[in-house]
């Protein structure tokens, strides 16, 4: 089978093929309004072939239809990365988040279990210091399944089990 690329029927299905896989790309690269043009411009040329324009008129349209639509889309995708990021994705968000311990932390080497937003996770110390039952702590990492916490050494909010020392 020998395709020839002046014939105008081979051109249809070029222009279609490309719309497809413009299309294709920009729904694999979610967001970006990059390929989005192309594909539109493409598609256009398609159009213009199956009604049977010459291939002069079809890259014009294409190249024509890209840039445009390219220059108008870009304004809007910067605009839409300028949205509120929402921090951390999964595991992440607990990121700088405060939680309270459930189980002691006795050690550099034991674990506890802390307990952040309705969800008990197995913790250990950022410091290796042992850190008691009731502290308010402060997720500092996440390391697969478990966080590594601090102490929030607040003079309002005791680091340990100890109730604060009275200066009477």
Do not use: C, Y
Not at 49 to 55: I, K, P, R, S
Not at 117 to 141: K, M
């Amino acid at each position: 089978m020998d395709v020839e690329l002046s014939d105008a029927e081979t051109w249809r299905w070029i222009w279609l093929i490309a719309a497809v896989v413009f299309a294709v790309g920009e729904i694999s690269i979610a967001g970006s309004f990059f390929l989005a043009p192309f594909a539109i411009g493409a598609a256009v040329a398609a159009i213009l072939a199956f009604a049977g324009a010459d291939l002069d008129a079809q890259w014009i349209s294409f190249l024509v239809v890209s840039a445009v639509l390219l220059a108008a889309m870009r304004p809007l995708a910067r605009r839409l990365d300028k949205t509120p990021h929402v921090p951390g994705v999964g595991a992440q968000r607990q990121l700088g988040q405060h939680a309270t311990v459930l189980e002691a932390i006795d050690g550099p080497h034991d674990h506890g279990l802390v307990l952040f937003g309705g969800e008990r996770w197995r913790a250990d110390s950022a410091t290796g210091a042992p850190i008691a039952v009731g502290t308010t702590v402060l997720i500092t990492q996440v390391r697969g399944t478990r966080v590594v916490v601090e102490p929030i050494t607040d003079d309002a909010e005791p680091t340990s089990a100890e109730p604060p020392a009275n200066p009477a």
